[in-house]
């Protein structure tokens, strides 16, 4: 079966009143859809896109459109930064036991990973963590070896990513190569489209209730009635988190 447009799966959710009309949102979409064209008509090298902007703009529901709405054609990977974070240093912790790495095992690694995904759809990029921040240069400089292509959003701009962070100098060439790699694309928002349907915006609601029948009842408002399911979220080095509900 093929995948709907990102068109016409952004004007469904906009039908459905899952999103509010955002002149800045659908200038996203027709860019978010300009690439996908790119990526399906040419196997070449081509220019991500690093989507920044405050909470609540729809950042992340317009990046799980572009990963949705992919063709099955082009290899594609979305996931939490974090997340993806922890599978490098998983795959990190392999690699050094074993002797089959010649040379630098990050670039390695990114090659992998480019090998497995021509597109990176990350949520929430950020750096905070000095092992984080030491090895990203080199192990994105084996993924764009191999023609991956980064989508990613974030609250932050590229170049206060890691800000204040211990060395940071060093964390600098990697800036410029994301912005190298990345058109950078500030989301701008009237509101924040996570307090859509809450009264004051949320502004003048309590967070924290004094009994259960007043946490659940806001809890139902905020979701619109959906279910709460149990999760299990894969955490470092094959462990799990068990999740009551989510």
């Known amino acids: 079966m093929s ?6 799966a ?6 459905r009143g899952r999103l509010t009309p955002s002149p800045t949102q659908a200038a996203l979409v027709d860019r978010l859809a300009s690439l996908q064209t790119t990526l399906v008509k040419s196997s070449s090298p081509t220019r991500g896109l690093y989507i920044h902007g405050s909470v609540g703009t729809g950042k992340s529901r317009l990046a799980d459109l572009f990963a949705s709405t992919l063709p099955t054609t082009v290899s594609s990977r979305r996931i939490h930064f974090y997340e993806f974070m922890m599978d490098i240093h998983s795959r990190l912790h392999v690699a050094r036991s074993q002797s089959s790495y010649i040379g630098d ?22 750096v905070t963590d000095i092992a984080d921040a030491m090895i990203l240069k080199r192990l994105f400089g084996g993924f764009w ?11 932050r701009k590229p170049d206060m990513l890691y800000e204040r962070g ?9 800036i410029a190569e994301l912005e190298k790699r990345c058109e950078v694309w ?7 489209y996570r307090m859509a349907g809450v009264k004051d915006g949320g502004e003048k609601t309590d967070v ?18 959906k279910k709460v399911e149990s999760m299990t979220i894969s955490v470092m080095m094959s462990r799990t988190l068990e999740v009551e509900g989510i």
């Open 186 to 192: 500030e989301l701008e928002a009237e509101e924040d």
């Open 208 to 225: 924290f209730f004094t009994d259960d029948a007043g946490f659940w009842k806001y809890f139902s408002n905020v979701t619109k009635g």
């Open 145 to 155: 070896s191999e023609g991956g292509v980064v989508v990613a959003t974030s609250n």
């Open 166 to 174: 211990l060395n940071r100098p060093l964390f600098l060439p990697f």
């Open 105 to 126: 095992p990050l670039v390695q690694i990114g090659q992998q990973v480019g090998e497995e995904s021509r597109v990176l759809c990350f949520d929430e990029f950020q």
């Open 3 to 8: 995948k709907s447009s990102i068109h016409s």
């Open 10 to 15: 952004y004007k469904s959710l906009l039908q």
